[in-house]
């Protein structure tokens, strides 16, 4: 299994900041890297596949890079409706592990 | 538009076997490139990508729950059904369902999720 890795666990921020959540694959996976947002209760929410692209309808202060092994989603600046959990997911090999998530809070 | 939803029963009994059906519209599954997955999340952690199948009934599964799991499709009643045998406390948890579309290479991402459903297995 290829094992992702985010960082950081957990992280407290304010609105208006930028933001930025790193993943990264045990072996390389192209581009095929997603970002999922999920609040408490709610499934989840695709926001950026195949590393870059914005999925339909996500603000554009959602973003993402990279390709190989490191991948990174930034939130350029926060909003209230931003405060969630954070998963990163590749989707180049079966099974297509997901990371342990980011938990983005309030400062 | 696409939607999902997953139904089957919210309790179980350990050794016990479940049964989640996943009913979708929008979409069909013998479209190339189309697939379906079942991912799952205990209370409080993350999320787990447990079995996908694809538009040519193509099947695959976790290798750490392999065993004990079966993936099967109805296209004609845009069904996907998931078995998982030999319950256990541990498999407590949020069970969900989402379509996924291939390029070449690999997933474009769970682009649309049903609401999920809750099971709870205990004696």
């Known amino acids: 299994d290829i094992q992702m890795t985010q960082s950081p666990s957990s992280l407290s921020a304010s609105v208006g900041d930028r933001v930025t959540i790193t993943c990264r694959a045990s072996?390389?996976?192209?581009?095929?890297l997603n970002w999922y947002q999920q609040k408490p209760g709610k499934a989840p929410k695709l926001l950026i596949y195949a590393a870059s692209s914005l999925q339909s309808g996500v603000p554009s202060r959602f973003s993402g890079s990279g390709s190989g092994t490191d991948f990174t989603l930034t939130i350029s600046s926060l909003q209230p409706e931003d405060f969630a959990t954070y998963y990163c997911q590749q989707s180049y090999s079966t099974p297509d592990t997901f990371g342990q998530g980011t938990r983005l809070e309030i400062k | 538009q696409i939607t999902l939803k997953e139904s089957g029963p919210t309790l179980v009994k350990p050794t016990q076997t479940l049964t989640l059906t996943c009913t979708f519209s929008?979409?069909?599954?013998?479209?190339?490139?189309?697939?379906v997955g079942w991912i799952r999340q205990p209370p409080g952690k993350a999320l787990e990508w447990l079995a996908l199948?694809?538009?040519?009934?193509?099947?695959r599964y976790s290798p750490s729950l392999k065993s004990r799991l079966t993936i099967t499709k109805d296209t004609s009643k845009n069904q996907v059904v998931l078995t998982m045998t030999n319950m256990d406390p541990v498999d407590t948890a949020t069970y969900y369902c989402?379509?996924?579309?291939?390029?070449?290479?690999?997933?474009?991402?769970?682009?649309?999720w049903g609401q999920g459903t809750l099971v709870t297995v205990s004696s």
């Open positions: 199948i694809y538009w040519d009934d193509d099947k």
């Open positions: 072996q390389s996976i192209s581009s095929y």
């Open positions: 929008g979409f069909s599954l013998s479209t190339s490139g189309v697939g």
């Open positions: 989402a379509h996924i579309e291939y390029e070449h290479a690999g997933g474009l991402g769970f682009d649309y």
